[in-house]
């Protein structure tokens, strides 16, 4: 229901601002610049879907292969102490808790295109589980508040975009996104606890230090490496991890006796018709976000929150990065456009370039996440999803702020 109402005030506040801009400036092309961008969306949505394709078809059927050959249900029992509390709604053996677990690890290692197939299979093996299948289960909302807050161990898309806007130092926002994106999910992921009754114990108290320990480690690792040495390695153990993964599903198939080339091709079938059903939602979205920007109402927001920042009497020069923040909710590569943007304007080692390129790696696509992961269910009553989600990505916005002002204020 949330996105429903969200959904209309995007066309409604376009229109309105729209309405103002030609009856105080006379500016009669803005209605052409907001269809040819409602047009232009409706495309990019498509083709978004249709890329999308090919990947949702090689990782859920490599997917198939790893539940076939037992490394799904092995990795579901190997977090089950911790995913049982967060998931109190999935039994402690079934193949939702393994898929999680994937799809976070992808996303920690900044692989985007591997962690959506997962996330999806992971939808998919939730709702076999709801009894209510139009109506979100707590499960799914910890799931998708979980994967909005974004945790990214290593941001190579962040710093190989610095890298082309000409950063001296393209990897010296790594540490501060880190601190960001993890302050942005335990923030999440407790809010949701508290939500849910979901009691702190000390299971969970152990992985929230373990987590912090964790980071605390690789920032301490990073810390000593050069630029060049923290690309390097960073992009090495990504790729290395993941290639290991497919390489032990397909020895796993193969130690049980799984005709693995027809379990990928029943999974890539199964990946083929997720890709196509996903197409009106994100045509949904996209749109609406489309028309949002090309009416000017993200310049009229950031302008009134700068005079508010300014009345307030605090700095406002980080509020010339907000847009990549208010757009990272709703569009991937708006964000990223919006980061470049704010990079070529300001340069790339200004203040406000890195401060966008902290909001970019603090936080996830909220409002896309929600639309294609219950989309490709048929969730329609999203419940709270909606509000838990952005109150992760403005906590990880703020510490992205915060931080940079540490590092680079």
Known sequence: MALNYIWVAFFLITFLVALIDTAVNGNLSI??????????????????????????????????????????QFFGRLISPLFTRLFPGVPKDHPALGSIFMNMSANMLGLDNAATPLGLKAMQELQSLNKEKDTATDAMLMFLVLNSSGLCLVPIGVMMYRAQCGAANPTDVFVPILIATTVATLV??????????????????????????????????????????????????????????????????????????????EGAKDGFKTAVMIIPYLVAILVAIGCFRASGAMTVVVDWMKNAVDWMGFDSEWV??????????????????????????????SFVGRVSACMQGATDTTFYILAVYFGSVGVKKTRYAVPYALFADIVGSIAAVLVAYFFFG
């Open 320 to 349: 010339g990065a907000l847009p990549t923040a208010l757009m990272k909710p709703l569009s991937g590569s708006g964000s990223r456009g919006m980061m470049v943007d704010c990079m070529n304007a300001f340069g790339a080692d």
């Open 188 to 265: 999440g992921m407790m809010a949701l606890c508290f939500k849910q009754r979901i009691h702190m114990d000390r299971v969970l108290l152990a992985f929230l230090l373990g987590l912090i320990a964790f980071v605390g480690s690789v920032v301490y690792f990073f810390a000593q490496l050069s630029q060049e040495e923290i690309q390097k390695y960073s992009s090495f153990f990504a790729n290395f991890l993941l290639l290991t993964v497919i390489v032990t599903f397909l020895l796993a198939g193969v130690r049980k006796k799984v005709n693995v080339y027809d379990a990928f091709i």
């Open 31 to 72: 209605w052409s610049d907001i269809m040819n961008a409602a047009f232009n969306s409706s495309g990019q949505a498509f083709e978004i879907s249709i890329g999308l394709t090919g990947i949702l078809s090689l990782w859920m059927g490599l997917m198939k292969i790893g539940e076939c050959g037992g490394i799904i």
